[in-house]
C-alpha cells in the first residue's frame, strides 16, 4: 500500500508542473491558478456542510493555522512556480529546484523536530542531490532563454513549502486529511482570486487549451498530489515525504521531454537513476534507535517517522 501511496503521490506531484507549463500558454499565473482553487473550493466547501464529523473538535485557531500553512503551502509555492515557468524556466529545472527541499527539510528536522536523521539517510540525500545536480546541468546545457534571476523564483517556493512542512508537523492537533484539503483549497481560492481581480486577469480566456490545463490542475496535482502530500506526512515524516521529492525533476523531465520535447538524453537518464538509488538508501539508511537524552528519556531519530521503519497505520483522529 505504500509502494502505491508514494507512486501515485509522484506522478500527480510532478503533474502539477506540466499543468502550469499548459497554463502557462493560455493565461497569466494568477488567472490559471484562480481558476484552479475555485471548483476545488466550492466542491469541498458543500462537502464539509453535510459533513461535519471530521470538524468535530477543531478550535477557530486550529482552522487558522490551517490556513496560514494552505498559504505557504499553497498560494506562496505554487505562485513562484508558475511564475518561474512563464519566465522561461523549463518544467523539469523548476522541478529540479524544488528538489533541494529534503536537503533543506532534513537539515532542520533535528532542531525544530527532534527528528535526527541518521548517517545512512544523509548518505541518500546526498546521492539524491547528486542526481537532482545531473539532471539540473543536463537542463541547463539546452538553454531556455530565461534570465538568470528566474532560477531564483522557485527556490521562494521552495523555501514556503519547507515553512508550511514544519508548521504542519509541529501541530499538536490532528487534522483529517479532508479537514486541511478544505481549507487549503478556500484560502488559496481567496487569494488567487484577490490577486488576479487586482490584476484585472479574472475572467478566463475562452480556448479549449485553457480548461484542459484548469481540469489536469484540480485532478492530478490539487486532488491527487496535494492530498497524498499531507497524507504520507502524517503516516511516515518530514524525511519520508521530502524524500520522495529527489523523484519530482527526474520524473517531470520525462513528462517534459513527451510533451513539449524538453532535453532529455542519458545525462537525465543517469539523474533519475540516482535518484531512484537515493530513495533506496534513504529508506533502508535510519535504524530504528532511541538515543537517550540528558534526562535520561528516549529522543525519536528520522527513522521512527521516517524512512528507517515501516509506516505507522493511521489511529483515530489521524
Sequence with gaps: MHLLLSTAFVLCWSSGFIGAKLGADSASA???????????????????AFSRTAWRGLSARDVARQAVIGALSQSGYLLTVYHAIQLGVSSGTTALIDGVQPLVAGALAGPLLHQYVSRGQWLGLGLGAGGVALVTLAD?????????????????????????????????????????????????????TALAAAAGAAAPPAGLSFWVSVAWLVVLPTFGGYGLYWLILRRCGVTEVNTLMFLMAPVTAVWGALMFGEPFGPQTVLGLAVCLAA????????????APDAGGSTRRTAGDRGAGVPCRRPGPGS
Design 140 to 192: 541547463a546545457a539546452a538553454g531556455t532563454g530565461a534570465a538568470w534571476w528566474a532560477y531564483l523564483v522557485p527556490f521562494l517556493g521552495m523555501a514556503s513549502l519547507v515553512a508550511a512542512t514544519f508548521l504542519e508537523s509541529r501541530s499538536r492537533v490532528r487534522v483529517a486529511p479532508a479537514v486541511a484539503l478544505t481549507v487549503h483549497c478556500a484560502t488559496s481560492a481567496v487569494v488567487f
Design 279 to 290: 530513495v533506496v538508501v534513504v529508506h533502508r539508511g535510519g535504524a530504528p534507535s532511541a
Design 30 to 48: 494568477v488567472t490559471v491558478l484562480m481558476w484552479r482553487f475555485l471548483p476545488p473550493a466550492v466542491v469541498l466547501a458543500a462537502v464539509a
